[in-house]
């Protein structure tokens, strides 16, 4: 199972078979559900809709969906725990979403992008990469960059997302404080061939990450990988 925004709609892709998300919701409503930004084991769904311009952070789960304020999700566990940009006070914060209460994880400009079943959580505060672990706040840094974002932590505490190497970003991944370049990580071929990732987006519990990438040797707009 998979999942996948199209245009201006929400989809969900399972089993050879592509689902319009807004056909869960009254098509008189004048909400139109437009990213699906992660999914869980239990098939649970987060991202965003659009309302009057505006957007709000919703959870798809089987035929229901739920609205959760003013703001963005991105990520969920498999608890259902659910974590994005709220900005229902007027400013953007880091927010988890737990039984339907809501936390403000850090101060304005701040996001969450990712969070593991133990409830750690990634993303960004004060232009560097971050991990909220229970009542720890701490910054991952930038590695040699000045700044850097988490994108997803596995259930291990790895880390991966990016960071400004010179004028370009590349992928990165954090063990504990420790950052390292994916791009240190690349195959000689791979090298050779011009590859450079740009962002890690994800990371499973072996310790295998998802990238996008550019190659060096091809004209801006090239094929990424």
Excluded: C, K
Excluded at 122 to 128: I, R, S
Excluded at 204 to 222: F, I, L, M
């Amino acid at each position: 199972m998979m999942f996948l925004p199209v245009g201006e709609h929400a989809f969900l892709a399972s089993d050879g078979q592509v689902f319009d998300l807004n056909d869960l919701i009254p098509a008189n409503s004048g909400w139109i559900l437009q990213e699906a930004q992660s999914i869980n084991d239990r098939g649970q769904i987060v991202g965003f809709y659009a309302e009057t311009y505006a957007e709000q952070a919703a959870l798809w789960d089987g035929g229901n969906v739920t609205f959760l304020g003013q703001g963005i999700a991105f990520g969920i566990n498999n608890a259902g725990q659910t974590v994005g940009i709220s900005s229902s006070t007027g400013d953007s914060h880091a927010a988890l979403w737990d039984r339907g209460g809501l936390v403000l994880l850090g101060g304005p400009g701040t996001e969450a992008r990712g969070i593991n079943d133990i409830g750690q959580i990634v993303g960004g505060q004060a232009g560097h990469a971050h991990l909220w672990d229970g009542a720890n706040s701490i910054d991952l840094g930038a590695l040699s960059g000045p700044f850097s974002n988490a994108a997803a932590i596995n259930n291990s505490g790895q880390v991966v997302g990016s960071y400004q190497a010179s004028n370009f970003a590349h992928a990165a991944l954090w063990n504990g404080t420790v950052g390292t370049d994916l791009n240190d990580l690349l195959r000689p071929d791979a090298v050779t061939a011009g590859w450079v990732p740009s962002h890690a987006t994800a990371i499973n519990d072996n310790g295998r990450t998802g990238r996008t990438a550019y190659n060096s040797t091809r004209p801006p707009g090239g094929s990424a990988g």
